[in-house]
């Protein structure tokens, strides 16, 4: 599969609004983690609703680069199939991707483990 970029999405972290098909709205998102990485996070849901119904994360990406890559490539497909930029929306699920970071964050710090060398764990005593 080959994948498309459009390349008329300017190279920037803002949240991207799109309106579509029977009234559906999605935005997609870009937030910087505390590792210096970036999370994609896109969530979709009706016009009017005042939160979003599905959510999809993608990363961490290692530079902003990629993230605005995916982003675009996103897009493209979402254009595809009958979505158009809605210029004059603003993001109103910011908060919810706030939220969507935190939790990520939260499972990361929660998942550390030690791994560190102790001479002691491996000592054989025959």
Do not use: C
Request: glycine letters at 4%; a neutral charge; aromatic letters at 8%.
């Amino acid at each position: 599969m080959r994948l498309r970029y459009d390349k008329s999405i300017t190279p920037d972290a803002k949240p991207l609004v799109l309106s579509g098909p029977e009234q559906l709205r999605v935005e997609i998102h870009i937030r910087r983690d505390p590792e210096d990485t970036f999370t994609l996070l896109a969530f979709s849901g009706p016009q009017d609703s005042g939160e979003p119904q599905k959510s999809l994360q993608q990363g961490p990406f290692h530079r902003l680069d990629q993230a605005i890559a995916a982003k675009r490539a996103i897009v493209a497909q979402l254009r595809d199939a009958g979505f158009e930029i809605a210029d004059q929306q603003h993001a109103m699920w910011s908060m919810a991707a706030q939220r969507a970071v935190n939790a990520s964050r939260k499972e990361k710090a929660e998942a550390v483990g030690d791994y560190r060398f102790d001479p002691k764990d491996v000592y054989l005593d025959w």
